[in-house]
Protein backbone atom coordinates (compact mmCIF):
# COMPACT_ATOMS: atom_id res chain seq x y z
CA UNK A 1 0.00 0.00 0.00
CA UNK A 2 2.31 2.76 1.31
CA UNK A 3 6.26 1.77 0.56
CA UNK A 4 9.20 4.07 1.31
CA UNK A 5 12.14 3.90 -0.15
CA UNK A 6 15.94 5.49 0.18
CA UNK A 7 13.79 8.60 1.73
CA UNK A 8 16.21 11.73 2.83
CA UNK A 9 15.53 14.38 3.49
CA UNK A 10 16.82 18.08 4.72
CA UNK A 11 16.06 21.07 6.68
CA UNK A 12 18.70 23.76 5.73
CA UNK A 13 22.07 21.83 6.32
CA UNK A 14 20.87 19.09 8.49
CA UNK A 15 20.34 15.80 7.36
CA UNK A 16 17.50 14.29 8.92
CA UNK A 17 16.22 11.53 7.39
CA UNK A 18 19.00 9.45 5.65
CA UNK A 19 18.00 6.67 3.67
CA UNK A 20 14.22 5.60 5.70
CA UNK A 21 13.23 2.25 4.42
CA UNK A 22 9.73 0.99 5.12
CA UNK A 23 6.43 -1.07 3.82
CA UNK A 24 3.27 -0.47 5.34
CA UNK A 25 1.03 -3.31 3.82
CA UNK A 26 -2.76 -2.75 3.04
CA UNK A 27 -4.51 -3.02 6.37
CA UNK A 28 -1.60 -3.51 8.20
CA UNK A 29 -0.59 -0.83 11.32
CA UNK A 30 3.03 0.18 11.13
CA UNK A 31 3.84 1.87 14.60
CA UNK A 32 7.43 3.79 14.58
CA UNK A 33 9.10 4.02 17.79
CA UNK A 34 11.73 5.97 18.65
CA UNK A 35 13.45 8.77 20.91
CA UNK A 36 12.38 12.69 20.19
CA UNK A 37 14.44 14.09 17.29
CA UNK A 38 15.41 11.08 15.33
CA UNK A 39 13.32 11.91 12.21
CA UNK A 40 9.72 10.49 12.92
CA UNK A 41 7.49 13.50 12.80
CA UNK A 42 9.32 14.40 9.40
CA UNK A 43 8.83 10.94 7.84
CA UNK A 44 4.94 11.66 8.14
CA UNK A 45 5.19 15.75 7.02
CA UNK A 46 7.98 14.10 4.13
CA UNK A 47 5.00 11.34 3.06
CA UNK A 48 2.46 14.10 3.37
CA UNK A 49 4.35 16.48 1.36
CA UNK A 50 4.74 19.30 3.86
CA UNK A 51 8.74 19.31 3.73
CA UNK A 52 9.85 17.84 0.10
CA UNK A 53 12.58 15.28 0.50
CA UNK A 54 15.86 15.43 -1.28
CA UNK A 55 15.78 11.96 -2.73
CA UNK A 56 13.97 8.53 -2.42
CA UNK A 57 10.20 7.18 -3.40
CA UNK A 58 7.55 7.25 -1.66
CA UNK A 59 5.22 4.98 -3.62
CA UNK A 60 1.21 4.72 -2.75
CA UNK A 61 0.03 1.82 -4.89
CA UNK A 62 3.06 1.53 -7.03
CA UNK A 63 2.96 5.50 -7.53
CA UNK A 64 5.85 7.60 -6.74
CA UNK A 65 4.00 10.31 -4.60
CA UNK A 66 7.43 11.86 -3.26
CA UNK A 67 7.82 15.88 -3.99
CA UNK A 68 3.80 16.04 -4.98
CA UNK A 69 2.58 19.17 -3.17
CA UNK A 70 0.24 17.91 -0.55
CA UNK A 71 -3.30 18.65 -1.57
CA UNK A 72 -2.04 16.03 -4.77
CA UNK A 73 -1.36 13.81 -1.91
CA UNK A 74 -4.39 14.69 0.40
CA UNK A 75 -6.58 13.66 -2.96
CA UNK A 76 -4.42 10.42 -4.15
CA UNK A 77 -5.63 9.03 -0.32
CA UNK A 78 -3.19 9.84 2.47
CA UNK A 79 -4.83 12.06 5.11
CA UNK A 80 -2.53 13.33 7.87
CA UNK A 81 -3.34 13.72 11.85
CA UNK A 82 -0.42 15.97 12.65
CA UNK A 83 1.14 16.05 16.41
CA UNK A 84 -0.48 18.69 18.56
CA UNK A 85 -3.62 18.08 16.29
CA UNK A 86 -4.20 21.56 15.17
CA UNK A 87 -7.46 21.32 14.79
CA UNK A 88 -9.18 25.28 13.06
CA UNK A 89 -9.69 26.58 16.44
CA UNK A 90 -12.54 29.30 15.28
CA UNK A 91 -14.70 26.40 12.92
CA UNK A 92 -16.98 24.07 14.49
CA UNK A 93 -16.67 20.41 15.10
CA UNK A 94 -18.83 19.91 11.29
CA UNK A 95 -16.95 22.79 9.96
CA UNK A 96 -13.83 21.13 11.06
CA UNK A 97 -14.62 18.04 8.93
CA UNK A 98 -16.43 19.60 6.13
CA UNK A 99 -12.52 21.02 5.56
CA UNK A 100 -11.44 17.61 4.27
CA UNK A 101 -14.66 16.42 2.75
CA UNK A 102 -14.24 17.97 -0.74
CA UNK A 103 -16.97 15.57 -2.61
CA UNK A 104 -19.33 13.89 -0.22
CA UNK A 105 -17.61 10.70 1.53
CA UNK A 106 -18.61 7.26 0.85
CA UNK A 107 -16.70 5.35 3.10
CA UNK A 108 -17.09 7.55 6.13
CA UNK A 109 -19.85 9.91 5.83
CA UNK A 110 -20.70 12.48 8.84
CA UNK A 111 -23.61 10.49 10.42
CA UNK A 112 -20.54 7.26 10.38
CA UNK A 113 -18.05 9.69 11.71
CA UNK A 114 -20.10 11.11 14.53
CA UNK A 115 -21.24 7.62 15.29
CA UNK A 116 -17.25 6.38 15.54
CA UNK A 117 -17.13 9.59 18.24
CA UNK A 118 -20.30 9.76 20.30
CA UNK A 119 -18.73 12.71 22.19
CA UNK A 120 -18.24 14.88 19.03
CA UNK A 121 -22.07 14.45 18.25
CA UNK A 122 -23.06 16.37 21.71
CA UNK A 123 -20.24 19.09 20.57
CA UNK A 124 -20.89 19.59 16.92
CA UNK A 125 -21.58 23.04 17.36
CA UNK A 126 -18.45 23.74 19.30
CA UNK A 127 -15.68 26.02 18.30
CA UNK A 128 -12.51 23.51 17.94
CA UNK A 129 -10.83 25.59 20.69
CA UNK A 130 -13.34 24.65 23.15
CA UNK A 131 -13.21 20.98 23.29
CA UNK A 132 -10.82 19.06 25.56
CA UNK A 133 -7.63 17.84 24.50
CA UNK A 134 -9.10 14.23 23.58
CA UNK A 135 -12.14 15.51 22.22
CA UNK A 136 -9.50 17.12 19.85
CA UNK A 137 -7.82 14.34 18.81
CA UNK A 138 -11.21 12.18 18.11
CA UNK A 139 -11.83 15.35 15.72
CA UNK A 140 -8.14 15.43 14.07
CA UNK A 141 -8.92 11.43 13.39
CA UNK A 142 -12.86 12.26 12.77
CA UNK A 143 -11.45 15.32 9.99
CA UNK A 144 -8.31 13.15 8.13
CA UNK A 145 -10.88 10.17 7.71
CA UNK A 146 -13.83 12.26 6.14
CA UNK A 147 -11.33 12.28 2.93
CA UNK A 148 -11.92 8.32 2.39
CA UNK A 149 -8.06 7.78 2.59
CA UNK A 150 -6.27 4.82 1.88
CA UNK A 151 -3.27 5.67 4.42
CA UNK A 152 -3.73 7.27 7.43
CA UNK A 153 -0.71 8.96 9.02
CA UNK A 154 -0.68 9.28 12.69
CA UNK A 155 1.47 11.50 14.77
CA UNK A 156 1.69 10.95 18.43
CA UNK A 157 -2.23 10.69 19.13
CA UNK A 158 -2.08 10.03 22.48
CA UNK A 159 0.39 12.59 23.30
CA UNK A 160 -1.05 14.69 26.49
CA UNK A 161 -3.74 12.47 26.93
CA UNK A 162 -5.64 10.62 29.84
CA UNK A 163 -5.10 7.16 30.69
CA UNK A 164 -8.99 6.23 29.83
CA UNK A 165 -8.89 8.78 26.41
CA UNK A 166 -6.06 7.10 25.51
CA UNK A 167 -7.62 3.91 26.56
CA UNK A 168 -10.70 5.17 24.01
CA UNK A 169 -8.15 6.16 21.10
CA UNK A 170 -7.04 2.83 20.99
CA UNK A 171 -10.73 1.26 20.39
CA UNK A 172 -11.20 3.73 17.77
CA UNK A 173 -7.18 2.16 15.83
CA UNK A 174 -8.79 -0.97 16.21
CA UNK A 175 -11.93 -0.16 14.47
CA UNK A 176 -10.42 1.71 11.91
CA UNK A 177 -7.89 -1.12 11.23
CA UNK A 178 -10.73 -3.76 11.24
CA UNK A 179 -12.58 -1.41 8.70
CA UNK A 180 -9.43 -2.07 6.55
CA UNK A 181 -7.74 1.10 6.98
CA UNK A 182 -4.08 1.18 6.91
CA UNK A 183 -1.90 3.40 9.15
CA UNK A 184 1.20 4.55 9.94
CA UNK A 185 1.70 5.62 13.92
CA UNK A 186 4.57 7.55 15.62
CA UNK A 187 4.12 7.11 18.98
CA UNK A 188 5.90 7.32 21.84
CA UNK A 189 3.27 5.23 24.55
CA UNK A 190 4.52 1.71 24.03
CA UNK A 191 1.76 0.14 25.29
CA UNK A 192 -0.77 2.01 22.62
CA UNK A 193 1.65 0.90 20.11
CA UNK A 194 2.04 -2.88 20.97
CA UNK A 195 -1.94 -3.04 21.30
CA UNK A 196 -2.71 -1.82 18.20
CA UNK A 197 0.33 -2.46 15.63
CA UNK A 198 0.62 -4.97 13.24
CA UNK A 199 4.64 -4.40 12.82
CA UNK A 200 6.79 -2.60 15.05
CA UNK A 201 9.42 -0.11 13.36
CA UNK A 202 12.26 2.10 15.63
CA UNK A 203 14.08 4.50 13.82
CA UNK A 204 17.43 6.09 15.26
CA UNK A 205 19.25 9.29 13.52
CA UNK A 206 17.57 9.42 10.59
CA UNK A 207 17.46 5.67 9.67
CA UNK A 208 15.12 2.45 10.54
CA UNK A 209 16.98 0.22 13.03
CA UNK A 210 14.75 -2.35 13.65
CA UNK A 211 10.88 -4.29 12.63
CA UNK A 212 9.09 -6.71 14.12
CA UNK A 213 6.11 -8.14 15.25
CA UNK A 214 4.76 -7.62 18.21
CA UNK A 215 5.01 -11.01 19.77
CA UNK A 216 8.71 -10.98 18.89
CA UNK A 217 9.36 -7.47 19.78
CA UNK A 218 7.47 -8.07 23.51
CA UNK A 219 10.11 -11.29 23.80
CA UNK A 220 13.09 -8.97 23.00
CA UNK A 221 11.53 -5.80 24.34
CA UNK A 222 14.01 -5.19 27.38
CA UNK A 223 16.83 -5.49 25.03
CA UNK A 224 15.24 -3.50 22.09
CA UNK A 225 14.67 -0.63 24.78
CA UNK A 226 17.81 -0.47 26.49
CA UNK A 227 19.78 -0.35 23.07
CA UNK A 228 16.87 2.36 21.30
CA UNK A 229 14.50 3.83 22.89
CA UNK A 230 15.69 5.08 26.75
CA UNK A 231 17.75 8.13 26.74
CA UNK B 1 -33.05 73.53 12.32
CA UNK B 2 -34.10 70.32 14.21
CA UNK B 3 -31.97 68.59 16.46
CA UNK B 4 -33.66 65.08 16.31
CA UNK B 5 -33.60 66.19 11.90
CA UNK B 6 -29.95 66.74 12.25
CA UNK B 7 -29.10 63.91 14.41
CA UNK B 8 -30.63 61.22 11.69
CA UNK B 9 -29.04 62.93 8.86
CA UNK B 10 -25.63 63.11 9.91
CA UNK B 11 -25.73 59.54 11.06
CA UNK B 12 -27.50 58.50 7.82
CA UNK B 13 -24.20 60.38 6.12
CA UNK B 14 -21.79 58.86 8.38
CA UNK B 15 -23.18 55.53 7.42
CA UNK B 16 -22.83 56.44 3.54
CA UNK B 17 -19.40 57.20 4.45
CA UNK B 18 -18.97 53.86 6.83
CA UNK B 19 -20.13 52.28 3.66
CA UNK B 20 -17.15 53.11 1.20
CA UNK B 21 -14.03 52.81 4.11
CA UNK B 22 -15.93 48.86 4.41
CA UNK B 23 -15.43 48.26 0.66
CA UNK B 24 -11.85 48.74 1.44
CA UNK B 25 -11.39 47.62 5.23
CA UNK B 26 -12.89 44.61 4.86
CA UNK B 27 -11.07 43.37 1.31
CA UNK B 28 -7.85 44.42 3.16
CA UNK B 29 -8.20 42.59 6.27
CA UNK B 30 -9.50 39.77 4.72
CA UNK B 31 -6.17 39.69 2.79
CA UNK B 32 -3.60 39.96 5.65
CA UNK B 33 -6.05 37.25 7.08
CA UNK B 34 -4.90 35.03 4.45
CA UNK B 35 -1.90 36.34 3.43
CA UNK B 36 -0.11 37.91 6.53
CA UNK B 37 0.53 40.63 4.22
CA UNK B 38 -0.79 44.14 3.93
CA UNK B 39 -1.58 44.89 0.76
CA UNK B 40 -0.27 48.64 0.09
CA UNK B 41 -1.90 48.46 -3.26
CA UNK B 42 -5.01 48.45 -1.78
CA UNK B 43 -5.82 52.49 -2.33
CA UNK B 44 -4.38 51.69 -5.98
CA UNK B 45 -7.14 48.94 -6.82
CA UNK B 46 -9.44 51.29 -5.36
CA UNK B 47 -8.77 54.57 -7.42
CA UNK B 48 -8.50 51.75 -10.68
CA UNK B 49 -12.48 50.48 -9.61
CA UNK B 50 -12.87 54.38 -10.25
CA UNK B 51 -11.52 54.65 -13.49
CA UNK B 52 -12.14 51.40 -14.90
CA UNK B 53 -16.30 52.34 -13.53
CA UNK B 54 -15.87 55.46 -15.74
CA UNK B 55 -14.96 53.79 -18.63
CA UNK B 56 -17.72 51.44 -18.12
CA UNK B 57 -20.33 54.19 -17.53
CA UNK B 58 -18.71 55.63 -21.00
CA UNK B 59 -19.36 51.92 -22.87
CA UNK B 60 -22.46 50.72 -21.49
CA UNK B 61 -24.03 53.70 -20.81
CA UNK B 62 -24.53 52.43 -17.28
CA UNK B 63 -23.76 52.68 -14.21
CA UNK B 64 -24.89 49.80 -13.16
CA UNK B 65 -22.97 48.16 -15.86
CA UNK B 66 -19.79 49.67 -13.92
CA UNK B 67 -20.86 48.15 -10.68
CA UNK B 68 -20.61 44.69 -12.56
CA UNK B 69 -17.82 45.15 -14.79
CA UNK B 70 -15.63 47.36 -12.31
CA UNK B 71 -15.19 44.65 -9.49
CA UNK B 72 -14.78 41.72 -11.89
CA UNK B 73 -12.46 43.31 -13.75
CA UNK B 74 -10.23 45.11 -11.05
CA UNK B 75 -10.29 41.88 -9.09
CA UNK B 76 -9.37 39.67 -12.26
CA UNK B 77 -6.57 42.09 -12.46
CA UNK B 78 -5.71 40.97 -8.37
CA UNK B 79 -5.92 37.81 -8.60
CA UNK B 80 -3.59 37.80 -11.95
CA UNK B 81 -1.40 39.71 -10.09
CA UNK B 82 -1.16 37.56 -7.09
CA UNK B 83 -0.36 34.14 -9.22
CA UNK B 84 2.17 36.35 -11.64
CA UNK B 85 4.29 37.77 -8.76
CA UNK B 86 3.03 37.56 -5.02
CA UNK B 87 3.07 34.15 -5.16
CA UNK B 88 6.68 33.58 -5.86
CA UNK B 89 7.08 35.89 -2.65
CA UNK B 90 5.67 33.68 0.06
CA UNK B 91 8.07 32.45 2.84
CA UNK B 92 9.90 35.99 2.55
CA UNK B 93 9.54 38.46 5.20
CA UNK B 94 7.05 41.04 4.78
CA UNK B 95 9.18 43.48 3.63
CA UNK B 96 9.48 42.51 0.36
CA UNK B 97 5.63 42.17 -0.26
CA UNK B 98 5.55 45.68 1.45
CA UNK B 99 8.13 46.73 -1.37
CA UNK B 100 6.36 44.71 -4.22
CA UNK B 101 2.90 46.09 -3.84
CA UNK B 102 4.23 49.72 -2.98
CA UNK B 103 5.73 49.46 -6.58
CA UNK B 104 2.83 48.41 -7.82
CA UNK B 105 0.87 51.66 -6.55
CA UNK B 106 3.28 53.49 -8.55
CA UNK B 107 3.26 51.49 -11.66
CA UNK B 108 -1.11 51.77 -11.29
CA UNK B 109 -0.70 55.22 -11.18
CA UNK B 110 1.23 55.82 -13.88
CA UNK B 111 -0.29 53.40 -16.12
CA UNK B 112 -3.36 55.07 -14.57
CA UNK B 113 -2.23 58.39 -16.25
CA UNK B 114 -1.20 57.06 -19.70
CA UNK B 115 -4.39 55.60 -20.19
CA UNK B 116 -7.02 58.09 -18.54
CA UNK B 117 -4.96 61.09 -18.66
CA UNK B 118 -4.26 63.75 -15.54
CA UNK B 119 -7.69 65.37 -15.40
CA UNK B 120 -10.47 64.33 -13.10
CA UNK B 121 -13.00 62.32 -14.07
CA UNK B 122 -16.77 63.11 -13.47
CA UNK B 123 -18.68 59.85 -13.24
CA UNK B 124 -22.58 60.48 -13.90
CA UNK B 125 -24.76 58.87 -11.01
CA UNK B 126 -28.24 57.64 -12.44
CA UNK B 127 -30.96 60.04 -12.92
CA UNK B 128 -32.69 57.66 -10.20
CA UNK B 129 -30.43 58.53 -7.97
CA UNK B 130 -29.45 62.09 -8.09
CA UNK B 131 -31.91 63.87 -6.50
CA UNK B 132 -32.33 64.81 -3.04
CA UNK B 133 -34.96 63.11 -0.25
CA UNK B 134 -36.54 64.71 2.73
CA UNK B 135 -35.56 63.04 6.13
CA UNK B 136 -37.81 64.66 8.51
CA UNK B 137 -37.73 68.22 6.33
CA UNK B 138 -34.17 68.31 5.91
CA UNK B 139 -32.73 67.76 2.47
CA UNK B 140 -30.55 64.71 2.16
CA UNK B 141 -28.98 63.40 -1.01
CA UNK B 142 -30.73 60.09 -2.69
CA UNK B 143 -27.50 59.27 -3.57
CA UNK B 144 -25.67 59.10 -0.20
CA UNK B 145 -29.15 56.41 1.00
CA UNK B 146 -28.15 54.67 -1.68
CA UNK B 147 -24.70 54.15 -0.36
CA UNK B 148 -25.67 53.23 2.97
CA UNK B 149 -27.79 50.45 1.80
CA UNK B 150 -25.56 49.17 -0.74
CA UNK B 151 -23.03 48.95 2.36
CA UNK B 152 -25.49 47.19 4.45
CA UNK B 153 -26.13 44.94 1.75
CA UNK B 154 -22.79 43.74 0.59
CA UNK B 155 -21.14 43.49 4.06
CA UNK B 156 -24.40 40.96 4.70
CA UNK B 157 -23.31 39.35 1.51
CA UNK B 158 -19.80 38.89 2.39
CA UNK B 159 -20.65 37.72 5.88
CA UNK B 160 -22.95 35.25 4.05
CA UNK B 161 -20.95 33.93 1.81
CA UNK B 162 -17.81 33.32 4.22
CA UNK B 163 -19.96 31.91 6.64
CA UNK B 164 -22.38 29.55 4.27
CA UNK B 165 -20.14 28.79 1.03
CA UNK B 166 -17.63 25.74 0.88
CA UNK B 167 -14.64 28.90 -0.96
CA UNK B 168 -16.25 30.95 2.72
CA UNK B 169 -15.83 27.91 4.82
CA UNK B 170 -11.62 27.68 3.17
CA UNK B 171 -10.73 31.24 3.50
CA UNK B 172 -11.43 31.14 7.66
CA UNK B 173 -9.77 27.78 7.49
CA UNK B 174 -6.47 29.08 5.52
CA UNK B 175 -6.54 31.96 7.92
CA UNK B 176 -6.31 29.87 10.86
CA UNK B 177 -4.12 27.04 9.37
CA UNK B 178 -2.98 27.24 5.95
CA UNK B 179 -0.67 24.46 6.19
CA UNK B 180 -3.40 21.85 7.56
CA UNK B 181 -5.92 23.23 4.65
CA UNK B 182 -3.30 21.95 2.50
CA UNK B 183 -2.76 19.11 3.87
CA UNK B 184 -6.05 18.09 3.77
CA UNK B 185 -6.69 18.47 -0.21
CA UNK B 186 -7.30 21.92 -0.92
CA UNK B 187 -4.45 23.72 -3.26
CA UNK B 188 -4.32 27.01 -0.96
CA UNK B 189 -2.60 28.68 -2.93
CA UNK B 190 -5.79 28.83 -5.31
CA UNK B 191 -7.83 30.26 -1.92
CA UNK B 192 -4.88 32.94 -1.78
CA UNK B 193 -5.10 34.19 -5.49
CA UNK B 194 -9.38 34.06 -5.10
CA UNK B 195 -8.88 36.26 -1.73
CA UNK B 196 -6.44 38.59 -2.98
CA UNK B 197 -9.39 38.79 -6.29
CA UNK B 198 -12.02 39.40 -3.95
CA UNK B 199 -10.17 41.72 -1.95
CA UNK B 200 -9.23 43.67 -5.19
CA UNK B 201 -12.48 43.35 -6.52
CA UNK B 202 -14.79 44.96 -2.83
CA UNK B 203 -11.65 47.59 -3.21
CA UNK B 204 -12.59 48.18 -6.71
CA UNK B 205 -16.65 48.54 -6.55
CA UNK B 206 -15.98 50.97 -4.03
CA UNK B 207 -13.96 52.90 -6.55
CA UNK B 208 -16.94 52.78 -8.44
CA UNK B 209 -19.34 53.95 -5.32
CA UNK B 210 -17.01 56.61 -4.71
CA UNK B 211 -16.39 57.69 -8.18
CA UNK B 212 -19.75 59.89 -8.65
CA UNK B 213 -19.25 61.93 -5.39
CA UNK B 214 -15.31 62.62 -5.48
CA UNK B 215 -14.74 62.23 -9.28
CA UNK B 216 -12.16 59.95 -10.34
CA UNK B 217 -8.91 60.77 -9.87
CA UNK B 218 -5.04 60.51 -8.68
CA UNK B 219 -5.54 61.69 -5.69
CA UNK B 220 -8.05 58.83 -4.30
CA UNK B 221 -5.10 56.15 -4.09
CA UNK B 222 -2.84 57.73 -1.15
CA UNK B 223 -6.38 58.88 0.79
CA UNK B 224 -8.13 56.26 0.64
CA UNK B 225 -4.91 53.80 1.69
CA UNK B 226 -4.55 55.76 5.02
CA UNK B 227 -8.33 56.03 6.19
CA UNK B 228 -8.35 51.88 5.17
CA UNK B 229 -5.06 51.29 7.36
CA UNK B 230 -6.60 53.44 10.33
CA UNK B 231 -9.94 50.93 10.24
CA UNK B 232 -8.08 47.63 9.72
CA UNK B 233 -5.58 49.05 12.66
CA UNK B 234 -8.55 49.30 14.81
CA UNK B 235 -10.78 46.94 13.78
CA UNK B 236 -7.63 44.14 14.17
CA UNK B 237 -5.89 42.36 11.38
CA UNK B 238 -8.00 39.93 9.88
CA UNK B 239 -11.20 40.21 11.34
CA UNK B 240 -14.33 40.45 8.65
CA UNK B 241 -16.29 42.15 11.99
CA UNK B 242 -13.50 44.17 12.72
CA UNK B 243 -13.29 46.30 9.68
CA UNK B 244 -17.29 46.59 9.67
CA UNK B 245 -16.62 48.13 13.35
CA UNK B 246 -13.56 50.11 12.39
CA UNK B 247 -15.64 51.43 9.29
CA UNK B 248 -18.44 52.71 11.24
CA UNK B 249 -16.81 54.01 13.97
CA UNK B 250 -14.26 55.94 11.71
CA UNK B 251 -16.96 56.90 9.38
CA UNK B 252 -18.71 58.70 12.55
CA UNK B 253 -15.81 60.53 13.93
CA UNK B 254 -14.90 61.72 10.77
CA UNK B 255 -18.83 63.13 10.21
CA UNK B 256 -19.62 64.47 13.29
CA UNK B 257 -16.03 64.95 14.36
CA UNK B 258 -15.86 67.76 11.45
CA UNK B 259 -18.84 68.87 11.91
CA UNK B 260 -18.72 69.97 15.75
CA UNK B 261 -14.71 70.47 15.79
CA UNK B 262 -13.42 71.17 11.95
CA UNK B 263 -9.57 71.70 12.69
CA UNK B 264 -9.31 68.51 14.38
CA UNK B 265 -11.47 66.55 12.47
CA UNK B 266 -8.40 64.65 11.04
CA UNK B 267 -6.32 64.32 14.36
CA UNK B 268 -9.76 62.51 16.21
CA UNK B 269 -8.83 59.55 13.90
CA UNK B 270 -5.53 59.21 14.82
CA UNK B 271 -6.48 59.72 18.54
CA UNK B 272 -9.41 56.84 18.59
CA UNK B 273 -6.57 54.78 16.69
CA UNK B 274 -4.00 55.71 19.57
CA UNK B 275 -6.20 55.03 22.09
CA UNK B 276 -7.50 51.73 20.80
CA UNK B 277 -4.31 50.35 20.32
CA UNK B 278 -3.04 51.44 24.08
CA UNK B 279 -5.76 48.86 25.48
CA UNK B 280 -5.67 46.85 22.75
CA UNK B 281 -2.57 46.26 20.51
CA UNK B 282 -3.84 44.38 18.21
CA UNK B 283 -7.45 45.88 17.32
CA UNK B 284 -10.88 45.76 19.14
CA UNK B 285 -10.92 41.98 17.99
CA UNK B 286 -7.64 40.94 16.70
CA UNK B 287 -5.86 38.44 18.17
CA UNK B 288 -2.18 39.46 17.59
CA UNK B 289 -0.76 41.64 20.12
Redesign the interface.
Known sequence: MLTIEGLNTHYGASHVLQGVDLVVPPGGICALLGRNGVGKSTTLRSVMGLVTPTSGKVLLNGVDIAGWQPHRIARAGVAYVPEGRLIFPDLSVIENIKVAERTPAKQWPLPRLLDLFPSLRERARNRGSNLSGGEQQMLAIARALASDPKVLLLDEPSQGLAPLVVRELARVIQILRDSGVTILLVEQNMKLAEAVASTLHIMVKGRMVYGASPDRFRAEEAEIRARYLTV | MDFLAFLVTQCLNALSQAALLFFLGCGLTLIFGIMRIVNFAHGAFFMLGAYVGWSAVYVTGSFWGALVAAPILVGGFGAAFEMGILRRLYGRDGHSFLMVTFGLTLMMGEAIRLIWGVAALQVVMPQSLSGIVFILDEPFPIYRLFLAGAGIVVAVVIWQFLERT?LG??I??TS??A??????????RLVRSAVFGIGCGLAGIGGVFAAPMVTASLGMAPNAVIDTFVIVIIGGMGSFLGSMIGALLVAFVQVFGSYYFPDFALAFMYLIMLTILVVRPGGLLGKEA
Do not use: I
Not at chain 2, 179 to 188: F, I, P, R, S, Y
Open positions: RLLRAQNEMVHALGTDV
